[in-house]
């Protein structure tokens, strides 16, 4: 069980990892900026690496799941929190439907334990 708490812990901070480095791929302009671009990268470096983490008791459909799902939750969260950009309400029926998914992947399926 202490295992499975450790790969969660990596998944939660690959995702943490995963969502800062999209941010800054925001603020990198396109690769114009060097900083930020930068610190992308190394977000998007140990992103990956905790992911892999992750999968060492976690099977791959399950944590790429969780991995994606909420880095798209939030990074729409930061998108509107920090860029100050605009969700309809289609976006959000379809956020909505990724937390939905991640739920029933978590809570209701065996191939998440």
């Given at each position: 069980m202490q295992v499975h708490i450790v790969s969660y812990l990596a998944l939660a901070g690959a995702i943490i990892s995963e969502?800062?480095?999209?941010?800054?791929?925001?603020?990198?302009?396109?690769?114009?900026?060097?900083?930020p671009t930068a610190i992308m990268a190394v977000f998007y470096i140990?992103?990956?690496?905790?992911?892999?983490?992750?999968?060492?008791?976690?099977?791959?459909?399950?944590?790429?799941?969780?991995?994606?799902?909420?880095?798209?939750?939030?990074?729409?969260?930061?998108?509107?929190?920090?860029f100050k950009q605009t969700l309809d309400a289609m976006a959000i029926l379809g956020i909505a439907m990724i937390v939905g998914g991640v739920v029933v992947v978590n809570v209701f399926s065996n191939a998440s334990h």
């Open positions: 969502v800062t480095g999209t941010a800054y791929l925001q603020k990198s302009a396109q690769f114009t900026k060097l900083a140990l992103s990956f690496y905790l992911l892999s983490v992750a999968l060492r008791t976690l099977p791959l459909g399950v944590a790429y799941a969780v991995w994606g799902g909420l880095g798209i939750v939030l990074t729409a969260i930061i998108s509107v929190a920090v």
